[in-house]
C-alpha cells in the first residue's frame, strides 16, 4: 500500500504553473510535471469561493450545501461528526496521519496522539502543537500571520523568534533557509518595497520543519498547506499577466516593480517541489499529490490607495452596546473580523443592529451563525472619514476603523475561480504523460485516498475516483 504526502498549493491554477515552466524549462516543476497525472478540479461550491469554504470540501468529500463551514472560528463539533475529514478517518482507524497548517484545524484533537504530527493552521488561538518541540516554531509562525496583513509589518515579535532560535537544531530547519532569510532581510532594507516577500518565508520555514517530520515519522498520509503563492497572485496577477485585462489602470513602474513576484514565490514552490521528489525517490513507497481547492484568474487592474481596516473591534462593537466581557474574538485574516457573541440575546440583538450599518452608500457585510459574526470590511479608496448607524454618521475612528494607506498600491488584481490543479508524482512511473483530463469535482478527492486505504466510503461522498490516489 503506497503512502501520501498531500501538498496543499492555495489557489493555483495551471495558468501559473504552465507560465512558470515556460519561463523556466530547467527547473524540477517543468522537468517533471509532464511525468505527473494531471487533473484540473472544479470547486462546486456555492456562492463566493473562498479557501475557508473550498478547502472543508476537498478534506471531507461533500460541498459548502452539506458541510456549511464558511469562516475561520465556526465551532466544527458537529461537523467533525457528520462529515470528518480524511485525516480524522484515517487517524479513527489506526493509519497514523499527519498534518501541518491545513484549513480548518484550530483547536487540536482530543486523540493528538493518534496522529504523527499535527500543527494547526497558522490562525490558530494558540501555538499548541503535536510533537510539543514544534510549539516555538508555531508561536512564532502566529505572530507573523497576525503581522501580514495587506500591508507587511516589518516589526518582529522577538519573544517568539529568540524562542524559535533556541529550537532551531531539533526542528530541521536549513542552513540555506537562514541565509535566505538573511538575504531577505538585507535587501529589504536596500529596496523596501521587497518586505512584501516576508509572506513567502513563513512556508519556507514550515516546510523545513515538515520535511523533517515526514522523514523523522513516515506517515502512510500527511499534509502541508502553503498560502505563498496564492497571496502573491491575488496582489500582483496584473504585472505578471497584463495582457489579461482589457482596462489597466496601474503605472509601468508598479508593472515592472512586481512583474517578477509571482516567479520568486513559485521559485520557492519549486524547491519545495525538487525535496519532495527527492525523497519519494529515495522512499518509493510514496506518491506526492499537489492539489489547489480552486484557482485564481484576472479581475481588474486598478490602483488602491487605502482599504479599511478595523483596529479594535471592541470598540467597534461597542457601538452597539456589546461591552469588551460579552464577546471573544475568533481566528481571522483582514479582511474578515470574526467573533462569538457569549449570549444568545445580545447577539440577536447585534444582528438587527448591524443591518442598520452603511458603509460608503452600501449595507454592511457579514455572516451570522447562532452567536458566530464574520464582518467583513477591507472597503477600497474609501473617500468618507465616517459610517452610518439608523442613518446618524459616525466618524471610523471613533468606532475603531483606519482608512490604511496601502503600500504597493496594489488592488486585488485577481480572485477566486472553480477551476484549480491537481497533480501526482509517482516515483515508480517514469513514462511521459502531457495529457491534461479536466472537469474533476475537489469531492472526489477524499473518497479517493480513503479507497487506496481500504476504508469504508461514507454514502454522502462523491462517487467520482481519481485512479491516480485511489489504485
Given amino acids: ?4 504526502i498531500f501538498f496543499e498549493l492555495n489557489e493555483v491554477p495551471y495558468t501559473v504553473i ?7 524549462p530547467q527547473s524540477a516543476l517543468a522537468r517533471l510535471l509532464p511525468k505527473c497525472m494531471q487533473l484540473e478540479t472544479i470547486a462546486q461550491d456555492e456562492g463566493e469561493l473562498s479557501p475557508w469554504k473550498t478547502w472543508p470540501t476537498v478534506h471531507r468529500g461533500v460541498t459548502n ?3 456549511k463551514i464558511h469562516d475561520f472560528g465556526e465551532d466544527l463539533s458537529q461537523i467533525d461528526q457528520q462529515y470528518p475529514t480524511i485525516w480524522k478517518i484515517l487517524a479513527d482507524n489506526g493509519k497514523k496521519p499527519g498534518v501541518f497548517a491545513s484549513m480548518h484545524t484550530f483547536p487540536m484533537p482530543k486523540n493528538y496522539q493518534d496522529y504523527s504530527f499535527f500543527i494547526p493552521d497558522p490562525f490558530a488561538g494558540d501555538s499548541h502543537s503535536h510533537p510539543k518541540n514544534i510549539e516555538p516554531f508555531q508561536r512564532f509562525n502566529l505572530a507573523m500571520s497576525r503581522k501580514s496583513g495587506r500591508n507587511v509589518d516589518t516589526g518582529i515579535d522577538m519573544k517568539a523568534a529568540s524562542a524559535l532560535a533556541i529550537s532551531l537544531p531539533t526542528l530541521g530547519i536549513q542552513p540555506k533557509t537562514l541565509t535566505s532569510i538573511a538575504g531577505q ?23 523545513d520543519i515538515y520535511l523533517k517530520l515526514v522523514q523523522k515519522k513516515k506517515p502512510a498520509f500527511s499534509t502541508f498547506f502553503s498560502n505563498h503563492v496564492a497571496s502573491t497572485m491575488h496582489r500582483y496577477w496584473a504585472a505578471t499577466f497584463p495582457e489579461h485585462y482589457d482596462t489597466y489602470n496601474l503605472s509601468n513602474e508598479w508593472k515592472n516593480r512586481f512583474s517578477g513576484e509571482i516567479e520568486y514565490s513559485m521559485h520557492h514552490f519549486d524547491n519545495f517541489f525538487n525535496r519532495m521528489v527527492q525523497f519519494a525517490d529515495k522512499n518509493p513507497e510514496y506518491k506526492i499529490v499537489i492539489a489547489s481547492s480552486m484557482g485564481q484568474e484576472a479581475t481588474k487592474a486598478e490602483q488602491l490607495s487605502t482599504e479599511l481596516y478595523c483596529k479594535d473591534l ?6 452597539f452596546g456589546v461591552s469588551t466581557e460579552q464577546w471573544e474574538i475568533k481566528p481571522a485574516m483582514h479582511p474578515q473580523y470574526n467573533f462569538s ?3 444568545s440575546t445580545q447577539a440577536e440583538q447585534l444582528d438587527t443592529a448591524l443591518k442598520q450599518v452603511i458603509i460608503a452608500g452600501a449595507p454592511l457585510v457579514y455572516r451570522k451563525k447562532e452567536s458566530f459574526f464574520s464582518i467583513n470590511f477591507g472597503h477600497r ?13 459616525i466618524k471610523l475612528a471613533s468606532a475603531g476603523l483606519f482608512n490604511e494607506q496601502i503600500d504597493d498600491e496594489s488592488d486585488g488584481t485577481a480572485y477566486h475561480v472553480p477551476e484549480g490543479c491537481l497533480f501526482v508524482y509517482d ?3 517514469d513514462n511521459m504523460k502531457n495529457t491534461r483530463i479536466k472537469g474533476i469535482p475537489t469531492t472526489a478527492i477524499a473518497p479517493s485516498f480513503l479507497e487506496h486505504f481500504k476504508l469504508p466510503i461514507p454514502e454522502y461522498m462523491h462517487e467520482s475516483r481519481i485512479e491516480a490516489i485511489s489504485k
Fill in 1 to 4: 500500500m503506497r503512502k501520501f
Fill in 341 to 343: 457573541v457569549l449570549d
Fill in 185 to 207: 532581510l538585507i535587501a529589504e532594507r536596500i529596496e523596501n518595497w521587497k518586505k512584501n516577500r516576508r509572506r513567502v518565508f513563513q512556508s519556507v520555514l514550515a516546510f
Fill in 18 to 24: 504552465d507560465h512558470y515552466c515556460q519561463n523556466n
Fill in 381 to 393: 479608496n474609501l473617500e468618507d472619514s465616517d459610517f452610518h448607524f439608523k442613518e446618524v454618521p
Fill in 427 to 429: 516515483p515508480t512511473e
Fill in 65 to 67: 450545501v452539506q458541510h
Fill in 314 to 319: 471592541g470598540k467597534f462593537l461597542q457601538v
